[in-house]
């Protein structure tokens, strides 16, 4: 069964950090490219970041760039998103997914979703 469960999320002043984690298991996770999206009630989910199968390539929304570091870890099947320096305007549920045809910035290219995690940014 394949799971993707995000933890980290939680509240936060600007200017603050929060590290999100995402746990993957029920496939082979070193063959998927990973990625962050965010989404708001009433907006269509949005790109944040991606991290190619081995690590090597990631990649960027312009909104979050400078401030936000996307990593993996294959050992332990995990993705993790550093978010640095937050806005109010990053206040969104996350969500990590994985897709095999690395087009991160697409939606339709991942596989599969986790549930999300609340992140939330006072100012």
């Known amino acids: 069964q394949v799971q993707l469960v995000e933890s980290g999320g939680g509240l936060v002043q600007a200017g603050g950090s929060l590290r999100l984690s995402c746990a993957a298991s029920?496939?082979?996770?070193?063959?998927?490219?990973m990625g962050w999206f965010r989404q708001v009630p009433g907006r269509e989910r949005e790109f944040v970041a991606g991290?190619?199968?081995?690590?090597?390539?990631?990649v960027y929304a312009d909104s979050v760039k400078g401030r936000f570091t996307i990593s993996r870890d294959n050992a332990k099947n995990t993705v993790t998103l550093q978010m640095n320096s937050l806005k109010p305007e990053d206040t969104a549920v996350y969500y990590c997914?994985?897709?095999?045809?690395?087009?991160?910035?697409?939606?339709?290219?991942?596989?599969?979703w986790g549930q999300g995690t609340q992140v939330t940014v006072s100012s």
């Open positions: 991290i190619s199968w081995g690590g090597r390539r990631t």
């Open positions: 029920g496939f082979t996770f070193s063959s998927y490219g």
């Open positions: 997914g994985a897709c095999l045809v690395e087009l991160f910035s697409d939606l339709g290219s991942y596989n599969y």
